[in-house]
């Protein structure tokens, strides 16, 4: 931990997972080891959910429902019909990530979010995802969405723009690593300075938190595919 806080121990040192050595390399392993574990708890809540559906739905299934639900219907309303073919990405990404962040607030337990390489990897994918949508769509065309509204202007357009898509990975990348990793410290400092029961209401904002920084990165997918997916301008 930063700033020279004492850090707890957690379940990846444990199982020696923390670090691993790769060619005589000692590399941290740490934030995989987490983006596993929350991989399993999606594979096993799916499965206990899938498991248990029926006409009356039961508690879970209830709470899934309107989670996944609530995700299309705002998709769908955002984006059109398109959305639904693009909503299974876009919500297996928001669970994905609030499953992730919510790791960290788990005793012996890390977000991985709050390493700033697995933020670069799903950056990556939705830069890469929207970029095969639009293409898939409009083919050649697609260059159309980076020359601007107007033809003399077009090449510099398409730099401003170039520069501008280039971007939106660094973008997403560091915004959510540094609200993660900022609240994990904010909170750490919190319960070094204060008794356990007068930083509970701070734990449960900083849950808050995560599942909002969460939503805005499946928000600002949803906004780059929109306008890959729409003509262009």
């Known amino acids: ?9 957690l379940i990846s040192e444990l199982v020696h997972l923390d670090h691993i050595t790769i060619a005589g390399q000692t590399v941290e392993f740490r934030h995989v080891f987490y983006t596993w574990m929350a991989m399993l708890i999606l594979f096993v809540v799916g499965w206990l959910v899938r498991r248990n559906i029926s006409l009356i739905p039961g508690k879970m ?42 790791l960290g607030l788990i005793p012996a337990c890390d977000a991985p979010t709050a390493n700033i390489n697995t933020n670069i990897g799903m950056a990556l994918f939705v830069f890469l995802y929207y970029n095969y949508q639009g293409i898939k769509r409009w083919h050649g065309h697609y260059i159309h969405h980076f020359m601007g509204p107007m033809l003399p202007l077009a090449p510099f357009m398409m730099i401003l723009e170039f520069i501008s898509h ?43 938190a995560k599942v909002l920084q969460a939503f805005i990165f499946y928000m600002l997918a949803l906004i780059y595919l929109k306008g890959a997916m729409e003509p262009a301008h």
């Open 166 to 208: 280039l971007a939106r990975p660094l973008s997403l990348t560091l915004r959510l690593f540094g609200n993660i990793r900022g609240e994990e410290i904010v909170l750490l400092l919190f319960f070094l300075m204060a008794p356990l029961v007068s930083t509970l209401p701070i734990y449960f904002l900083f849950l808050l």
């Open 1 to 9: 931990m930063a700033g020279g806080l004492p850090e707890p121990i």
């Open 61 to 102: 299934q209830n709470i899934f429902e309107s989670i996944i639900g609530g995700l299309e219907d705002f998709t769908v309303t955002n984006m059109g019909e398109d959305g639904r073919k693009v909503f299974p990405v876009l919500g297996g990404l928001f669970l994905f990530i609030a499953v992730q962040n919510i």
